[in-house]
């Protein structure tokens, strides 16, 4: 079966193909069109469908609309508020219900020869639940979506075994705590719905001193569920405009909201747990990129394993809808093992593109050698290798990787970005080796979405990568998966004695990740990164000589 899925109706507008029950390409349309977050979650942009990432799955894959078995939606109509037809009810919820609604009208006009009669609703939490039940392999597991909103719930609990989901509890609107962190986020100064990382990060300055507050606020029900008092954020601290400093007391309440969602999904997994007695938990949803949350649930939670879906965020729901719309005609979807679905180009066309760029370049004999040899030498590398990662996170395919034992390479690489200085960056270690450095999390963890604590002896050792609270959210590399990466770990261990590189996403702030060549050689070209490893080619900033030149030279 040929099952194309999509997420379009709030942000993060991305497509995915599932053929025969695998995973052959999902991507994020913003990685096409250069727009982060693809477009605004207002009902007004709803009708947009991922054109381009829709496009070039179906071209990765080599197949033509009408072969396509299915075409599932991560959203259901029929479950949205505003089924009256007053389209401006609600602010303009109606008009959100009318455009999923004509969904397959939209997607025959981008593709004539879809059948709309394949189209397929799938309500948008079961959609998140399939990104990860399916995707981690886990059957039986218990699955838990928060986020900020579906059609008219925030949150599914429920259990998955013989690749059926069973709905346990489901907390409707307006309690949500996916739109509780975003409000928080627009009153600490960011971006509501993309910037929540950082009320994360700036949470590891605070103290908890409102936590009580946030306790009466905040609370978990008998049913599973959990409800969302009124909360005025400016009564802890003033709204901050954006880029200005934060004080200790917006740290505060960044820190004590941060404890008290801990707390409740630690509560409300505890409920899962009860009645189901898994071993294992499966997490998506946005709130599940929350890797401090997380790592909290592991550590404290009543569940063995964890696994969370790298894309989370509402963009794996094209994944997840495909996914279970696959299993519904009878194929059984196999795991996801690597993130790494989106584009990628070979050797020969990547020459192409710096030749046709006009750019120099030279092609070692290994360039997993030339970067750990650059790296060593305390060099910024753009890594841009295989396919682009599906998600939010770099993990060594569209990477900026550096040597984590300089305490200065952290606040090299956040103005390198022109992001905040109070923002870490994440190690990348060898998945065999992570526990001689980390601990208190899940291991292996490939997809970076839990913390650890950086053990005593290490932290001295690595300090680009420790965080102000002394954790690091590590990506241990796979050998089987990814050994150029891991070659690279090797190989700048045997200069330093570190299997350690700093590895934070390779791309500039506000803007999405580098995905095409071009897109790399814009950022490598507009900021002061010392070298492009691309495929197997490399390029060298002006000025920037190999190290082994200057031993040469020596
Ligand atoms: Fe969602």
Not at 210 to 239: H, K, M, N, Q, W
Not at 333 to 348: F, H
Request: aromatic residues 8%; glycine residues 8%.
């Amino acid at each position: 079966m040929k099952v194309l899925g999509i997420n379009a109706v709030f942000h993060d507008p991305a497509a995915a193909l599932v053929i025969d029950g695998l995973t052959v390409a999902a991507a994020e349309e913003e990685r096409f069109t250069r727009r982060k977050h693809g477009k605004p979650p207002v009902s007004f942009s709803t009708w947009e469908l991922p054109q381009q990432s829709i496009d070039w799955c179906l071209a990765e894959a080599g197949i033509e609309a009408g072969e396509l078995d299915a075409v599932a939606y991560s959203y259901d109509p029929e479950l949205a508020p505003g089924q009256d037809g007053d389209i401006v009810a609600g602010g303009w919820e109606g008009l959100r219900t009318l455009y999923a609604r004509r969904a397959p009208l939209f997607m025959r006009a981008l593709l004539p020869r879809f059948d709309p009669a394949r189209f397929r609703w799938v309500p948008h939490h079961v959609a998140h639940a399939a990104s990860a039940t399916f995707a981690s392999g886990f059957d039986p597991c218990s699955v838990l979506v928060v986020d900020g909103r579906g059609e008219h719930a925030s949150h599914l609990a429920g259990r998955f075994a013989g690749g059926e989901l069973q709905t346990l509890a489901v907390q409707e609107l307006p309690h949500s705590l996916g739109l509780l962190y975003e409000e928080l986020t627009a009153h600490l100064g960011f971006r509501r719905s993309s910037d929540e990382y950082k009320v994360m990060a700036m949470a590891s300055y605070g103290e908890p001193s409102f936590l009580d507050e946030l306790r009466d606020i905040v609370r978990t029900r008998p049913d599973g569920g959990f409800t969302v008092g009124d909360v005025d954020f400016s009564s802890y601290a003033p709204p901050l405009a954006p880029g200005a400093e934060f004080t200790p007391r917006h740290a505060a309440l960044a820190c004590s909201v941060q404890r008290r969602l801990e707390e409740v999904l630690l509560e409300l997994a505890g409920w899962l747990h009860e009645r189901t007695g898994d071993r294992d938990l499966v997490l998506a949803g946005g709130v599940a990129l929350n890797c401090v949350a997380n790592s909290r649930l592991w550590r404290d939670g009543p569940f063995e394993r964890i696994w969370a879906q790298p894309a989370s965020g509402d963009a794996g729901t094209a994944l997840g809808a495909a996914l279970n719309v696959a299993a519904e005609l009878g194929d059984a979807p196999a795991p996801m093992e690597s993130a790494a679905l989106g584009r990628g180009w070979d050797d020969i066309a990547l020459a192409r593109e710096l030749r046709r760029a006009g750019i120099a370049f030279e092609t070692p004999a290994d360039i997993a050698d030339t970067v750990a040899e650059a790296l060593a030498a305390d060099q910024v590398v753009a890594w841009f290798q295989g396919r682009s990662e599906y998600g939010p996170r770099a993990l060594g395919h569209r990477s900026l990787l550096a040597d984590p034992r300089s305490r200065t390479n952290l606040e090299k690489l956040n103005d390198i970005k022109g992001r905040e200085q109070f923002r870490p960056v994440a190690p990348m270690v060898p998945a065999e080796r992570a526990a001689e450095i980390f601990e208190g999390g899940p291991l292996p963890s490939p997809f970076m979405l839990f913390t650890h604590r950086v053990r005593a002896g290490w932290a001295e050792r690595i300090p680009a990568v420790v965080h102000v609270d002394g954790t690091a959210r590590i990506q241990t590399v796979d050998r089987s998966h990814e050994p150029l990466m891991a070659r690279c770990l090797d190989l700048f261990e045997q200069r330093t004695a570190v299997p350690v590189v700093v590895n934070t996403s390779l791309n500039t702030a506000g803007r999405p990740m580098v995905d095409s060549p071009r897109d790399a050689l814009e950022c490598f070209g507009s900021a002061p990164v010392d070298v492009l490893a691309i495929g197997a080619h490399v390029v060298r900033r002006a000025g920037i000589a190999a190290p082994g030149a200057h031993r040469a030279a020596a």
